[in-house]
Nanobody
Framework: QVQLVESGGGLVQTGGSLRLSCTASGRTFSTYVMGWFRQAPGKEREFVGAISRSGGRTYYADSLQGRFTISRDNAKNTVYLQMHSLKPEDTAVFSC??????????????????????WGQGTQVSVSS
């Protein structure tokens, strides 16, 4: 079992920045591909981005690239989502997810929620206009 705990959400004004963190339990964090997703009220879950096991590769939703950056610190079992130039439409619950089954890196894979094995509870991000 892998437990994922997100933190760092909150209320921010339009144009502001936030950094979300997701800390995982277990000793094999460096073997997990990590993803970030978000879900706004009344909308479907949306892929934000993913990062490879070493952190050397990242993949983002086209609409978010340039404003959002994913990084990880394997020594701290933590993945980060740095968000800049936030907009009211970014308001959502942001969740991290872990792929622990060793699937090969493929950008066509990581945007699909069913490719991940564990999910965090999520953290609320609200952007005021």
């Amino acid at each position: 079992q892998v437990q994922l705990v997100e933190s760092g959400g909150g209320l921010v004004q339009t144009g502001g920045s936030l950094r979300l963190s997701c800390t995982a339990s277990g000793r094999t964090f460096s073997t997990y591909v990590m993803g970030w997703f978000r879900q706004a009220p009344g909308k479907e879950r949306e892929f934000v981005g993913a990062i490879s096991r070493s952190g050397g590769r990242t993949y983002y939703a086209d609409s978010l690239q340039g404003r959002f950056t994913i990084s990880r610190d394997n020594a701290k079992n933590t993945v980060y989502l740095q968000m800049h130039s936030l907009k009211p439409e970014d308001t959502a619950v942001f969740s991290c997810a872990a792929e622990t089954s060793g699937r090969a890196w493929s950008t066509t894979r990581w945007s699909l929620p069913d490719q991940y094995d564990y999910w965090g509870q999520g953290t609320q991000v609200s952007v005021s206009s």
